[in-house]
């Protein structure tokens, strides 16, 4: 990279442009993934088998959208996915917080080395048991079980998020709450809870969107009517092969909601994904 | 216990009832206020027990039984499936599929993550938005991206065969070629998850101290010379912490497997965990598959155990 026989200005140019190329080279693939999948679902099928490909000459059009949302009962994944996603994310919270709670004041080390074991575990593991159980118990296809099943995603995630939150606030808070009478679970309830309320929405936002992601609990313990959007476009696959517009328009109505709630998380997303062990 | 479960975190207390407490208390709050580090938990230890305990017990106990659901029970045969799957190519081979998916996945990410983190390291208008950009395949809906990769890759159709085409490259079936399917889907895994490193390395470059650098300088190092000597091995304990997270997640690889070849052609893409998934819940041999599962997890908990030493150690010298 040194530019040592251009004259200094020049060379400095030259490292400015190389550094915008990279980056732009950085870029690239994320942006033409979601590209391709976005102007795919705009494109008629004669547009979508056209060699070479119609990168932006072709005329867009809603056809894809409206066979999607018309060929399959498309209201009610999406519905069942913010519910599952929803009910699994605010469990999670009802029993993370005050579990967090607890880790980061007495420094219950075991709890969270348990919890770190639901990160390692593979989730096919949880399959066969949950799959098994829950026959039993005639609750497949059932939205009890998915949202249970999911929060083994939404729960661990929610106490690692929220030991970071807990453990920042200062211990003079807690002394304080003590003197002026305040009883230990009202400490929680009173001080600690409100304080950390900018934790508990990254918390439940990270949480919505793995519940929201997941497939591999979907794809066995939903049926037909309680199918997640996940499953829904995989099912897809399979009855109305090659139909790759609606399945493109399918695939980016999922993602929408995804990318809102990211700008929003985005700065907590590697806690989340790394479950604060990275310490 | 009935009173933690029925707090959500909705808007802390009514304003009504702080500040004018009477001091007079009631004694079953303050016999759980004495208890409350075991009273806070509880729901979650109960959690824990019902959906991880549960899981790990039984699919042990499980994978000592030959079982096809149903009315009959599990019927005990030993350490058969064990055996079974130990004298099986297939488990072999999946297991070798595994290794190679992983490794070079993992490979790439590692290389490309340090190098996007040098880049994003560096200031520069837009740095947050070009990074919540870079960042967004590890958060996209995996099965719904692998859908758009799938198309991609479509032999007819697919995008990528027309760019290798049109620099003069040979017509290749990506993910219907039993010797490119695993590479293939190593660029689909390395696509989503380089972010995650380039993060991670990135929150590590941010602690790095500045001494070891200027130092470098004054010995008048050139920029190569200082990243091969000073910032890789000041990195190490980050990027081991990188690799440990997607050795992990790798070996588990499920969603982009499934969807863009349901480890197929034959069975080129069927990694241990597609094996185990296909036994236990596809051919409900509940026994067998969760033999395979038990390798699995111990696969997986092996690779961080041996790394958790290694960690140890780089972080004794």
């Excluded at chain 1, 949202?147 to 661990?156: D, E, Q, R, W």
């Excluded at chain 2, 409350?36 to 042990?60: E, G, N, Q, S």
Aim: glycine residues 6%; contains cysteine.
């Amino acid at each position: 990279m040194s530019a040592s026989t251009v004259p200094r200005g020049a060379g400095r140019t030259l490292r400015r442009i190389a550094f915008w190329l990279t980056l732009i080279v950085a870029l690239a693939p994320a942006a033409f993934v979601f590209f391709w999948m976005v102007t795919s679902s705009f494109k008629q099928q004669v547009d979508i088998y056209t060699i070479p490909p119609q990168w932006l000459n072709f005329s867009p059009t809603l056809d894809n959208y409206r066979s999607a949302l018309e060929q399959t009962p498309f209201t009610r994944y999406m519905m069942n996915s913010l519910l599952v996603a929803t009910a699994s994310s605010l469990f999670g919270l009802m029993i993370g917080l005050p579990a967090a709670y607890s880790i980061a004041r007495y420094r219950q080390s075991k709890l969270s080395l348990s919890l770190l074991t639901a990160r390692l575990l593979p989730g096919v593991a949880y399959l066969v048991p949950f799959f098994v159980a829950f026959t039993a118990l005639r609750m497949v296809g059932s939205y009890p079980a998915l949202i249970l099943s999911h929060v083994i995603i939404t729960f661990p995630l929610t106490v690692f998020i929220m030991v970071n939150f807990f453990a920042g606030l200062p211990a003079e808070i807690y002394d304080a709450a003590e003197v002026d009478g305040c009883g230990r679970l009202e400490t929680f309830w009173r001080i600690a809870l409100p304080l950390t309320r900018p934790g508990m929405l990254t918390a439940g936002i990270l949480a919505f969107i793995f519940s929201w992601n997941d497939f591999k609990m979907a794809l066995i313990l939903s049926d037909g009517d309680t199918r997640t959007l996940p499953v829904a476009v995989f099912n897809f696959v399979h009855e109305a092969s090659l139909d790759w517009g609606p399945m493109m328009a399918y695939a980016t109505i999922i993602m929408i909601p995804v990318l809102i709630l990211t700008l929003f998380a985005q700065r907590h997303i590697v806690t989340g994904m790394t479950m604060g062990s990275v310490k | 216990m009935s009173q933690l479960t029925e707090s959500p975190p909705a808007p802390p207390a009514r304003p009504a009832g702080s500040g004018s407490m009477p001091p007079r208390r009631r004694p079953l709050l303050d016999w759980l206020d004495r208890y409350d580090r075991y009273i806070l938990p509880a729901p979650a230890v109960i959690v824990v027990v019902a959906m991880l305990a549960f899981p790990i017990v039984y699919t042990i106990y499980l994978s000592f039984h030959q079982w096809s659901g149903g009315l009959r029970p599990p019927q005990w045969i030993g350490l058969d499936n064990f055996t079974r799957a130990l004298t099986t190519g297939q488990f072999w081979g999946s297991l070798w599929r595994t290794a190679y998916f992983v490794i070079l996945s993992v490979g790439l990410q590692v290389v490309i993550g340090v190098g996007a983190a040098l880049l994003f390291h560096r200031r520069f208008p837009g740095r947050g938005i070009a990074r919540t950009f870079f960042m967004f395949p590890m958060i996209a809906t995996p099965a719904a991206v692998a859908l758009v990769w799938k198309m991609m890759y479509d032999p007819t159709i697919g995008v990528f065969n027309y760019l290798v085409q049109s620099i003069g490259g040979p017509t290749l079936l990506w993910t219907s070629d039993a010797n490119l399917v695993i590479p293939a889907l190593a660029i689909v895994d390395t696509w989503m998850w380089t972010p995650l490193v380039m993060l991670i390395v990135l929150a590590g470059l941010a602690a790095l101290p500045q001494e070891p650098f200027e130092a470098a300088k004054v010995d008048g190092a050139g920029p190569i010379r200082t990243f091969v000597s000073v910032t890789l091995p000041l990195l190490r304990p980050v990027l081991l912490v990188a690799v440990l997270f997607r050795l992990i997640d790798a070996i588990k690889t499920f969603d982009i497997i499934k969807v863009i070849t349901d480890g197929g052609p034959g069975q080129a893409s069927e990694t241990l965990n597609l094996y185990a998934f296909k036994q236990g819940l596809s051919y409900l041999h509940f026994g067998y598959g969760s033999a395979l599962l038990v390798f699995l997890t111990l696969l997986v908990f092996g690779v961080a155990i041996v790394f958790t030493h290694v960690r140890a150690r780089t972080e004794e010298k």
